[in-house]
């Protein structure tokens, strides 16, 4: 299984997503334009179901240390990466993803490629969250959350997290990978 899931993780651009935290590449307007078109009215409440951390992990699917958040790892009873965004952002695991709404500066982070889902699902981000305090990308939003989900619908603007650089693997083959520096920055998303 250990073999398995090496090969998976391989595959699925989790290697990648983690290279991309030494720094920034090129720049990614492009993808923080295309997450900044939805407006949160035309998000509607009938989205798709979320799974929440407890639902999208298990012991078979996941790296087996947790998920990285700044530099703790999340795992058993905190197992949602709580990201804080302003003139520094921080990180704090906590137990769900309603734990991590208590100002509308945090965003809810449950995983950071496919590797870190159940299989079969992906690593969604979604549009919307807290303006980018990077320089350069202050017109843009950053991701409001990032979650396992069965499909990442780019018609409502979410947008798949941790795919390969060098693979080029995103699911929607109209996408390119790329290393993100407004929405996402450290890690790569397809746009």
């Known amino acids: 299984m250990r073999a398995a899931w090496l ?5 699925s651009g989790g290697c990648a997503a983690l290279s991309g935290l030494d ?25 798709p179901d979320t799974l929440d951390a407890t639902d999208a992990h298990d012991a078979d699917a996941g790296p087996p240390s947790g998920l990285t958040c700044g530099t703790d790892v999340c795992a058993g009873s905190t197992p949602v990466c709580c990201e804080t965004v302003g003139d520094t952002t921080t990180f704090k695991c906590v137990e769900s993803n309603a734990a991590c709404s208590t100002s509308t500066q945090q965003v809810p982070i449950d995983c950071w490629s496919d590797a870190d ?48 650089i060098q693979l080029q693997n995103c699911t929607d083959g109209t996408k390119t990978c790329l290393n993100s520096q407004c929405t996402l920055p450290g890690h790569t998303v397809c746009n």
Do not use: I, Y
């Open 7 to 11: 090969f998976f993780f391989g595959l």
């Open 23 to 47: 720094g920034l590449h090129a720049g990614d307007a492009g993808e923080a334009a295309d997450v900044q078109t939805e407006t949160s009215a035309e998000a509607g409440a009938d989205g």
């Open 117 to 164: 889902c159940k299989p079969g699902l992906l690593c969604c981000g979604f549009p919307n969250g807290p303006m980018s305090p990077v320089a350069g990308c202050t017109t843009f939003t950053t991701a409001s959350r990032v979650s396992c989900e069965t499909t990442c619908d780019t018609t409502q603007g979410e947008f798949e997290v941790g795919c390969s």
